[in-house]
């Protein structure tokens, strides 16, 4: 099975029909993504597949045999934050952490096809995302910062 | 004071957003065991034939560990506040509710541990179970634990939480008015995102480091050490990053037992539960059934209050008799009522047991005291502010465990929310404070009060 | 916890079919093949090892993917995502909006949907009450070759003995849609009514998900769409049949009211 994860190509050997999570987690050692319900169900797992975000536990590595994935370790890095990681760290979108890197996958992949989303929009973008902790305000709150930390970086040809 | 207002940056955020914390599940080591546990299927049980031999010789098992592995199998977690030990940690000849852990394997893959769980031959003798708190004392009620069917250790040899308080007979005689209602909150699964996960490492020097999610780590670090009857130095706990836990993180769970799994197969092992372990297995907020009878006038005094609160402990003590004493110290909640006859029971069902949630044993008083007083206020034909605002603890007042007041909130509290709904006030309210009691703020029935409680 | 059969994820087969061919040909009878369109309902079912198939045809590459229009008729393939139907004939594209969270509807499947495994306790083939009031049709392959069928009678059948090949639903109806209302995303559809009539209004179909473990058609055989006395409705950790009996009438007129407003 080749992927290329995070613009690095990998030759995975995990089982055909075990998933995308595992063979991340458990053969390439990206533990960004969580393995919280692996049901499709709390969002914590979620990846970029070939730009469109997907639960990762969901999808059998066969499935994906030649597919592009990033995940939350490609987003960014402690010394270059993306702006959405940014935005989640200054806006408190985060507490106990472990629902973050699904989250900011799937902002990032709203905010990359609606730069200006609504609150709505944001809504339904993570409405699959479950956190037990923040509250959620918050966390929509980053989305929005985000967003407009880009526009205003976009508009002023940055 | 340089930090209280300031926006301070999480100090683990930038690990957060990159991915880079490190839950117990993410933890790498060389040659690492998968642990998948045998549960009860049933409610209540004897065991009747356990065997787990073919689960021994079942292909990549490297340790299956039962109740007789178990140094010190039935250890209290709050002994050193005088609750005494009930729970095994691995059932022991019966079971007590569905989901209970029997036996553990750890294997070289989930697949195959899971494979060696269903390998194990077990037979179950079904008893009657007991789900419904109120009919615990009933004659027909089937007995589910070896002390009855309620906690009976409470000092003195109590079978309950008892607050007695002032005159309750004069203040239900003196009443214009009794008003009841029965107040019955669910139980609540925490469901952190992060299921319970431990990892147990063998150490060359005979130690074990054992990597928690738990939310107390000396506390845990004790009870595996007494669980293991080992020193506490034999234990090196990392943890302190936990997905989520509200409470529900601090049942040592599942160290203990991966800690045997470790030291029998002498290989890392990791018990990682899945999200149904969560919601079937793992310990909820308690279900609670509240009885509260005030008595009271017709221009709003609460003379006096009976309650009962019978509190649904799953099968096992844990904790639950803490959490029914913090309960009784707030039954009268943001109010001060001088005559008080409490009983709290911390009952046994055949369900999981039931454990601390945030706010432990006061959500639930403080919803029923909140959905009561509304109702007095409602029977008596009084604005809900203003019967409040009256009733409401100020300085010097005490408690229902005969804790003096100094600087009880609720009376500026709910000003502010008047104030901020637009609710108005009468002019006698307005201009309330939580200064002491004096004048019409302090008729007949409450001057005694400061001081003359005798509680259990 | 019951399996299908005892194999380890060493001897599994995997089957990828390039083309709608090779997936006919692999599937045979379905003897021994598990089906996965987009795995968001198989796949906790292989990672708790409730199921453990000895063979499974994955189709995401098998061209099934597609939609045509053909006159009045839309053709649909059994591997088109959810997330395509959104703007799908009604009430096919309300019902399809609703499913999930956008993440799922954009991995699972038409087909996925339909052939979802009746059990009480998943009851998540939510398209199937939109297709039965369309009047749709199931292109399936399988024992005896490729037929054709109404939708009800394909689910009336064991799904796991056909392979769907497209799904033909007309584009000139008009579509209504209720449903009583979900917590959050992931909460499975309590029950929803799904109406269509024709161009002129006529010729009324009606169907419910939610009812039972599939979606049934609730037209009364003596025509009365609001007769729901042979609907047999599940009491289950969801709702009581008490509140699903007292639920049905109330979406059935808000469906009819929409259907003569948007007339």
Redo the contacts between chains.
């Keep these: 099975m080749n992927l290329t994860i995070n613009g690095v190509e990998h030759e995975l050997s995990s089982p055909p029909l075990g998933s995308l999570l595992a063979a991340l987690r458990e053969e390439v050692g990206l533990t960004g993504a969580k393995a919280g319900c692996q049901q499709g169900g709390c969002g914590a797992c979620t990846v970029l597949v070939d730009g469109e975000p997907v639960r990762a536990c969901l999808l059998p590595l066969a499935a994906v045999d030649g597919a592009s994935i990033t995940t939350v370790e490609g987003l960014g890095t402690p010394e270059h934050l993306s702006p959405v990681q940014a935005a989640f760290h200054q806006e408190y979108g985060s507490q106990c952490g472990f629902c973050t890197p699904g989250m900011l996958i799937a902002t990032h992949a709203l905010l990359q096809r609606t730069p200006s989303p609504s609150r709505g929009e944001i809504e339904d973008a993570l409405r699959g995302h479950v956190c037990r902790c923040t509250g959620y305000v918050k966390i929509i709150d980053a989305v929005e910062a985000a967003a407009n930390g880009a526009t205003a970086a976009s508009g002023a040809g940055a | 004071m340089k930090a209280v207002g300031a926006r301070l940056p999480r100090y683990d955020g930038v690990a957060h957003v990159t991915g880079r914390t490190t839950y117990v599940d993410d933890v790498r080591v060389h040659g690492m065991l998968w642990a998948k546990a045998l549960r009860s299927p049933v409610h209540h049980a004897g065991i009747a034939r356990f065997d787990t031999a073919k689960a021994e010789a079942a292909k990549g098992v490297h340790a299956v560990v039962t109740c007789k592995d178990v140094p010190k199998n039935v250890y209290g977690h709050l002994e050193a506040l005088g609750i005494p030990a009930d729970e095994p940690l691995l059932a022991d000849g019966e079971v007590r509710w569905k989901g209970q852990p029997i036996a553990l394997v750890a294997a070289e893959s989930e697949e195959a541990a899971q494979a060696a769980v269903e390998a194990i031959e077990i037979d179950f003798d079904e008893r009657p179970a007991l789900f419904d708190i109120r009919t615990a004392g009933d004659p027909d009620a089937p007995k589910i634990h070896q002390w009855g069917n309620w906690y009976p250790h409470y000092e003195g040899g109590m079978d309950r939480r008892q607050i007695r308080k002032g005159d309750i007979e004069r203040a239900f005689d003196q009443a214009d008015t009794i008003v009841s209602g029965v107040y019955r909150p669910a139980a609540i699964e925490h469901c952190p995102l992060e299921p319970q996960t431990a990892l147990v490492v063998p150490e060359p020097d005979g130690r074990l480091t054992i990597y928690s999610c738990t939310q107390a780590l000396y506390f845990s670090m004790g009870v595996v050490a007494a669980h293991l009857e080992c020193p506490l130095n034999k234990l090196k706990f990392v943890g302190g990053t936990v997905g989520g836990g509200f409470g529900g993180k601090v049942d040592t769970a599942s160290e203990t037992v991966t800690a045997l799994l470790t030291m029998k197969s002498g290989r890392p092992v990791k018990w990682r539960w899945t999200r149904e372990e969560e919601f079937l297995c793992s310990s909820t907020r308690a279900p609670w059934h509240m009885e509260i009878s005030d008595a009271v006038t017709e221009d709003g005094w609460i003379l006096g209050r009976k309650m009962l609160t019978l509190h649904d402990a799953g099968a096992y003590a844990r904790f639950s008799p803490y959490g029914v004493t913090k309960h009784s110290f707030h039954h009268t909640g943001a109010y001060t009522i001088p005559n008080l006859h409490f009983d709290g029971y911390v009952v046994f069902t055949n369900r999981v047991p039931t454990t601390a949630m945030r706010g432990f044993g006061v959500t639930s008083v403080s919803f029923a005291t909140e959905l009561h007083v509304t109702r007095v206020a409602q029977v008596l034909g009084i604005d809900p502010f203003e019967l409040r605002l009256r009733n409401a603890n100020r300085i010097g007042d005490t408690s229902p465990n005969g804790i003096s007041y100094t600087d009880p909130s609720t009376v500026p509290t709910i000003l502010a929310i008047a104030d901020a709904i637009g609710h108005e006030l009468g002019a006698e309210y307005r201009t309330m404070s939580r200064d002491r009691r004096a004048g019409e703020l302090l008729p007949e029935h409450l001057v005694d009060q400061v001081g003359s409680t005798e509680g259990h | 916890?019951a399996?299908v059969s005892v194999t380890?994820?060493?001897e599994?087969a995997?089957v990828?079919p390039r083309s709608r061919e090779e997936a006919v040909a692999a599937f045979g009878a379905g003897d021994g093949v598990t089906v996965?369109g987009?795995?968001?309902i198989l796949?906790?079912e292989?990672?708790?090892?409730r199921v453990r198939p000895e063979r499974?045809l994955?189709l995401?590459r098998a061209g099934l993917d597609g939609q045509k229009e053909d006159g009045a008729r839309l053709v649909i393939g059994a591997g088109v995502r959810i997330a395509d139907l959104m703007d799908a004939p009604e009430p096919l594209g309300t019902a399809a909006r609703r499913v999930?969270?956008?993440?799922?509807r954009?991995?699972a499947t038409l087909g996925g949907n339909l052939c979802a495994t009746a059990g009480a306790d998943y009851p998540r083939g939510d398209l199937q009450a939109p297709l039965i009031a369309l009047g749709a049709t199931v292109r399936s392959a399988g024992a005896g070759g490729e037929h054709v069928e109404p939708v009800e009678e394909f689910l009336a059948g064991d799904p796991s003995s056909r392979l769907v090949l497209e799904v033909e639903v007309p584009t000139d109806r008009r579509g209504a849609y209720a449903s009583v209302g979900r917590p959050?995303?992931?909460s499975y559809t309590i029950l929803a009514v799904s109406g269509s009539v024709g161009p002129d209004g006529s010729d009324l179909r009606l169907a419910a998900a939610g009812a039972g473990p599939k979606s049934v058609r609730l037209d009364g055989p003596d025509g009365d769409p609001a007769s729901s006395a042979g609907v047999a409705l599940a009491d289950d950790a969801l709702a009581s049949t008490w509140y699903r009996k007292k639920m049905l009438p109330v979406l059935v007129a808000r469906v009819l009211s929409d259907l003569k407003e948007n007339a």
């Design positions: 916890m399996r380890t994820s060493e599994q995997v990828i996965m987009g795995g968001t796949m906790p292989l990672t708790s090892g499974v994955l995401g999930g969270d956008a993440e799922i954009s991995q959050h995303a992931h």
